[in-house]
């Protein structure tokens, strides 16, 4: 079946630093690869996406390929801010009616000033 | 902005205890999911719900299980008689149409003793 695996965080890094969590998948078909954001008492959001491979994701300075030929979303930002702080989510979805997603465990990343 | 809300934010009982999770979606939206998060495991789909119905359930979601849009704004998940494992993080999220990006609530913690 489809499944996700997530990098082991928590992953503690420098305000200004380069992150980068590994997301790699498993699919029977071709899925849309997701990550989400959750902030500290806040919901799961959609942070960038890629509906199909070599299609590259970003969004508020993060950016993720679609590599289908190593089956990996790996999430990069080249500076982080300490409002970066959060646990990001590495999902695959097939859309539908159903809009199901299949998500990793999540990261947790703390960005110390 | 619209926001998914989700009450409570957490909700303690005792094994074999019916609980209900409640939920409020987006009002346009017309979509609603329930996903939900053991402590250090990931994020797993439960139930989806269009137009009065299921339309696709996991594994996890049985007979102990329901939902139900009861009065056209909430999006309940009842548990009619709860076990240690169901202790975990329930998130709610609703879309718009299919294939299109579901918003999440900030979920309701559930602890059973």
């Known amino acids: 079946g489809d499944s996700v695996t997530q990098m082991e965080g928590p992953v503690t890094l420098s305000e200004e630093a380069f992150l980068t969590i590994n997301c790699t998948y498993t699919a029977t078909g071709y899925p849309s690869l997701f990550w989400y954001v959750q902030y500290p008492g806040e919901g799961l959001q959609l942070l960038l996406k890629?509906?199909?491979?070599?299609d590259k994701g970003s969004n508020k300075g993060f950016e993720a390929t679609y590599r289908k030929e190593t089956t990996s979303f790996h999430l990069e930002k080249g500076s982080v801010q300490v409002s970066d702080s959060a646990v990001y989510f590495c999902?695959?979805?097939?859309?539908?009616?159903?809009?199901?997603?299949?998500f990793g465990t999540g990261t947790l990343l703390a960005v110390q000033p | 902005e619209p926001e998914v809300t989700q009450t409570p934010s957490h909700q303690v009982t005792q094994m074999g205890q019916e609980v209900i999770l409640r939920c409020v979606p987006i009002?346009?939206?017309?979509?609603f999911y329930w996903y939900r998060q053991i402590l250090g495991q990931k994020v797993e789909f439960l139930v989806s719900?269009?137009?009065?119905?299921?339309?696709?359930k996991s594994e996890i979601f049985d007979d102990q299980f329901s939902v139900e849009r009861p009065d056209g704004s909430n999006f309940t998940l009842k548990i009619r008689s709860t076990k240690l494992e169901d202790s975990a993080m329930y998130f709610c999220?609703?879309?718009?149409?299919?294939?299109?990006?579901?918003?999440f609530g900030q979920g309701t913690r559930l602890t059973v003793v």
């Open positions: 009002s346009n939206h017309l979509y």
């Open positions: 719900f269009y137009n009065n119905e299921i339309s696709e």
């Open positions: 890629a509906t199909k491979a070599d």
């Open positions: 999220a609703s879309s718009r149409q299919e294939n299109t990006e579901a918003f």
């Open positions: 999902a695959l979805g097939y859309g539908g009616a159903t809009n199901k997603l299949i």
